[in-house]
């Protein structure tokens, strides 16, 4: 069945922090682009062959999410999530953007495998994926890769992912490198000489279940390093997922100084402690480690008031062949793209969190940081948006998931606020609405 020319979705709450709007109103999609926002906007306009009229009352309509890190495994590692898949997911969570880590078999650090996933994300459609190539061939951490090449392949930032850039000099070139071509350098903050064998956060819990402890200290040192050294080259710098309050530190304190600093934080390390790991649960074996709640109360404060710009997935789907095994063996990470928002919807009024700022780090200022044009609802912008229903419940584990994955600790928890539609590159996604009635 062809899609309406015309949508019309009636009656909800258009939220967009980004154009202080916030009201109820009509929303006009037509061939892909906001004709009309504003009260009695669809007035007049009857359902027909070139007309759809959804009614959305209690609904939200928000800009659209921008994902900065996730892995969607392919190329090599197709068993655990595939382009499609991981599109898939990203749709459902409300995202019309995402920005793909270079972890992938082979690395993505040439031309080739950047256009290759390019290539297969525009066969399968839905929302954008954006390459983030590796800093250093193969993510060895010593030769460079060739950032303008790259650049012009698609990537959108550089990064070796789950292994830090260790050696100085090597970071400092890679800062002023990645400069000449406007690309943010991406950084797993990861001393891994003071992380040797470890599996878990470095403290009272990991002593408890004899497992060998990752100390806070192992971030900071690499933050505090790579800040000065993006001070001297004036280079764009990005902290993947911090987890640390001494990291927190650090960012505000370069923050304070007008440095091009910026980082993201994960659902998880929000809402969860390395208490989660006790029972050997390999679900909360992720990278950085969980940590204690100081550290997470210092993510959530720093979240609130901007330090901390960006909320990632680090959506990081596995098997069962790598999480249903000791916990020594269990590979790190969780799934994250589809439970993501309605994770977080329960933060909002808590600890100086507000809904402005949640659409914030899940929107405008990721897609700023990757050089994406910012999902806007207005007229004349390309239909990118998604609309929830902030009251619905639902459990991941009884629901249709479009991700491959279900490793993470929230398949059976109850959730509040369901994605209800995604538009991206003005195209209808996902689309769980009715019509009106």
Not at 315 to 343: I, N, Q, V, W
Not at 401 to 419: D, M, V, W
């Amino acid at each position: 069945m062809t899609e309406p020319e015309l949508l019309v979705l009636r009656g909800g709450r258009v939220f967009d922090p980004a154009l202080e709007l916030d009201a109820i109103a009509d929303v006009v999609i037509e061939r892909g682009r906001l004709t009309h926002v504003g009260a009695g906007a669809g007035s007049g306009l009857a359902p027909s062959a070139r007309v759809r009229v959804v009614d959305v009352t209690g609904h939200w309509l928000l800009p659209a999410f921008v994902d900065l890190h996730a892995h969607l495994r392919e190329p090599g590692q197709e068993y655990k999530e595939d382009i499609a898949s991981g599109l898939g997911a990203a749709a459902a969570g409300g995202y019309a953007h995402v920005c793909v880590m270079p972890n992938t078999r082979p690395v993505n650090d040439t031309r080739a495998v950047t256009e290759l996933m390019r290539a297969r994300a525009a066969e399968v459609g839905g929302p954008t994926l954006h390459p983030i190539a590796a800093i250093t061939v193969g993510q060895r951490g010593q030769d460079l890769t060739e950032m303008g090449e790259l650049r012009e392949a698609g990537a959108v930032g550089v990064s070796d992912d789950g292994v830090c850039v260790m050696n100085a000099q090597v970071m400092r070139r890679a800062l002023e490198y990645a400069k000449t071509f406007d690309l943010v350098v991406i950084q797993h903050a990861e001393d891994h000489d003071l992380t040797a064998g470890a599996q878990m956060h470095e403290g009272a819990v990991s002593a408890r279940l004899g497992l060998g402890g990752w100390p806070r200290v192992a971030e900071d040192v690499i933050v505090a390093r790579d800040v000065l050294l993006a001070e001297y080259v004036g280079a764009r710098y990005h902290v993947a997922h911090v987890s640390t309050l001494g990291a927190v530190r650090i960012l505000r304190e370069a923050k304070s100084r007008g440095l091009p600093v910026t980082a993201e934080v994960t659902p998880h390390h929000l809402l969860l402690t390395d208490a989660a790991v006790i029972g050997y649960d390999t679900a909360c074996k992720v990278n950085p480690p969980l940590r204690e709640a100081a550290d997470l109360a210092a993510l959530r404060a720093a979240l609130a008031d901007g330090t901390i710009d960006a909320i990632a997935t680090d959506h990081a789907p596995h098997s069962s062949l790598e999480k249903d095994c000791e916990f020594a063996e269990a590979s790190p990470g969780m799934m994250g793209l589809e439970p993501c928002f309605a994770l977080l919807l329960g933060l909002v009024g808590q600890e100086g969190i507000t809904l402005t700022r949640l659409v914030d780090a899940m929107s405008t200022r990721p897609a700023r940081i990757a050089g994406i044009e910012p999902p806007r609802l207005k007229v004349g912008a390309l239909a990118e948006l998604t609309v929830v229903d902030p009251a619905a419940l639902w459990t991941p584990a009884h629901s249709a998931l479009a991700s491959k994955a279900r490793n993470t600790p929230f398949l059976e928890h109850e959730l509040r606020g369901r994605i209800r539609a995604t538009f991206a590159r003005g195209q209808l996604v996902l689309d769980r609405l009715g019509s009106a009635g």
